[in-house]
């Protein structure tokens, strides 16, 4: 199927007014050498470039049961989430992952091997879970979870999940579990799916 997306679900471009370099107006187009249409500015000749965000995040795990955070910031407000975020720069994918974990569940966890990598190229974002093991059973979300909880896979709330990347990682776990193996998988998911 080479069908695209419609073009309502791609979210709008990240536009630039202004030269970070100069601070004049910026126009896009095609520069010289190229082939994609650019932020470019006309007075110091800068040109800035986009590129995909990296997502990094976790499926922690406790005995039988998986770690969820119930969102309290939009989008996807009071919908389930594994912990997940953008990627600050200066950090690797795994203190990203953990810091994540920490900032949202507050949870004690021994970060384990990389589990799923997903490209979302409609969200122009890839990303990437860390299998982990949950050390204790206290929490402590903070400010960008309503709450955080421990889930078996009869529990989990699999009609009221946040991101179809989380959902993709939880049915492949639950789907290697029985065989105690867990590889990493790569996934595309390229186009958004009405939730
Ligand atoms: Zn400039």
Same mark, same amino acid.
């Not at 630039?16 to 004049?24: H, N, T």
């Not at 004690?108 to 050390?135: M, R, S």
């Not at 990493?184 to 939730?195: E, F, Q, S």
């Given at each position: ?36 249409? #650019? ?5 110091? @000749? =800068?040109?800035?470039?986009?590129? &995909?965000?990296?997502? %990094?995040?976790?499926? *922690? ?37 953990? #810091? ?5 569940? @507050? =949870?004690?966890?021994?970060?384990? &091997?990389?589990?799923? %990598?997903?490209?979302? *190229? ?74």
């Amino acid at each position: 199927m080479t069908m695209p997306a419609p073009s309502f679900y791609f979210p709008a471009p990240r536009t630039q007014k202004f030269c970070s370099q100069c601070g004049s107006s910026l126009t896009q187009r095609i520069p010289a050498d190229d082939s994609r249409i #650019r932020d470019v500015c006309d007075n110091c @000749g =800068a040109i800035h470039y986009q590129n &995909p965000r990296n997502v %990094v995040g976790v499926l *922690p795990v406790l005995g039988d049961k998986v770690l969820l955070c119930r969102r309290a910031i939009h989008p996807r407000y009071d919908k389930w989430t594994l912990p997940a975020g953008f990627m600050e720069l200066g950090e690797t994918t795994a203190q990203g992952a953990e #810091r994540e974990t920490q900032e949202e569940a @507050g =949870a004690q966890i021994e970060l384990g &091997p990389l589990y799923t %990598v997903i490209d979302v *190229p409609y969200a122009n974002q890839v990303h990437f879970f860390f299998l982990a093991k949950v050390l204790s059973t206290e929490l402590n979300p903070g400010p960008e979870s309503l709450e955080a909880g421990f889930f078996s896979k009869s529990e989990i709330p699999w009609d009221d999940l946040a991101f179809r990347t989380v959902s993709t990682t939880l049915e492949h776990y639950f789907n290697d579990q029985p065989s105690g193996r867990f590889p990493m998988r790569h996934y595309d998911i390229p186009w958004p799916v009405a939730h």
